[in-house]
């Protein structure tokens, strides 16, 4: 009796999920779907966290319905540019259009006169590239400073 009755509940849970699915294709809220076809949100959740197939098959719906909503959206998008909707004409526009795209433009007062580094700046600057792995690490650098203080040390100590 309790395997008859196992059986029965698994067999409509079953034709629920299947109805949900479709649900879901035509109306991608699960809220929704969830009423229309009689399951609470919370059987749906545990029902999607246990079953991979049935959370494999409702995100699939889920993506279907979005498009069908998207194409009605957009169907009635072009009925109301039709109708020479000032509103949806410029939504179009700004969104299919580059000239009309919402940009930022940034304007700043540069120097244009070429800047000489000192031998240090060049030093630290190649350092830093190569620190970053923008330069090959092929010969050591010592800034000029250095290598001149280095020099006098030498001559000192001889």
Known sequence: ??????????TRQQKEKQLLIEQVKKTPIIQVACEKVGVGR??????????KEFA???????EEGSS??????ESQLMAAIREQN???????LKH??????????????TKREEEILSPEQEAVLKKALQLASLLPDTEPIIPAEENKTQTKEEEQNE
């Open 1 to 10: 009796m309790e395997n008859k009755t196992a059986q029965t509940i698994e």
């Open 42 to 51: 919370a059987t749906f959740y545990r029902w999607k966290k246990e079953d």
């Open 56 to 62: 494999l098959q409702i995100e699939l719906a889920l």
């Open 68 to 73: 069908l909503v998207n194409d009605m959206a």
């Open 86 to 92: 000032l509103t949806a004409i410029i939504f179009w």
């Open 96 to 109: 299919h259009h580059p000239a009309y795209a919402n940009r930022v433009e940034i304007t700043t007062k």
